[in-house]
Nanobody, 125 residues
Framework: QVQLVESGGGLVQAGDSLTISCVASGRAVSQRNMGWFRQAPGKEHEFVAAVGWRSGSIPDYANTLKGRFTISRDNAKNTVYLRMNSLKPEDGAVYYC?????????????????WGQGTQVTVSS
């Protein structure tokens, strides 16, 4: 079993930056793909970013977020981070940390077995 605990969400202003974190615990967490999804009210889960467990793994980003968001992980701390720059009101959502996903990174929420409880990010205009 794998447990994921997100933190770092909050209320920020448009244009601000924010980094959210996810600490993973449990079986073989350092050998699992990890990523972030988000869900705004009334919308489905949206892929944000993912990164593999191997050193040098090239992250994958949603096309619309690439360049503003950066995912990284520290396997020694079993932690994955999401740095969000130039935040916009439409970035406001609950951000979920996910783990697993098989051999390749996936943008499909169904590929991820483990989900955290989510952390709320609100961006005021």
């Amino acid at each position: 079993q794998v447990q994921l605990v997100e933190s770092g969400g909050g209320l920020v202003q448009a244009g601000d930056s924010l980094t959210i974190s996810c600490v993973a615990s449990g079986r073989a967490v350092s050998q699992r793909n990890m990523g972030w999804f988000r869900q705004a009210p009334g919308k489905e889960h949206e892929f944000v970013a993912a990164v593999g467990w191997r050193s040098g793994s090239i992250p994958d980003y949603a096309n619309t977020l690439k360049g503003r968001f950066t995912i990284s992980r520290d396997n020694a701390k079993n932690t994955v981070y999401l740095r969000m720059n130039s935040l916009k009101p439409e970035d406001g959502a609950v951000y979920y940390c996910v783990a697993d996903g098989g051999l390749e990174l996936s943008r499909n929420s169904l590929a991820y077995t483990h989900w955290g409880q989510g952390t709320q990010v609100t961006v005021s205009s």
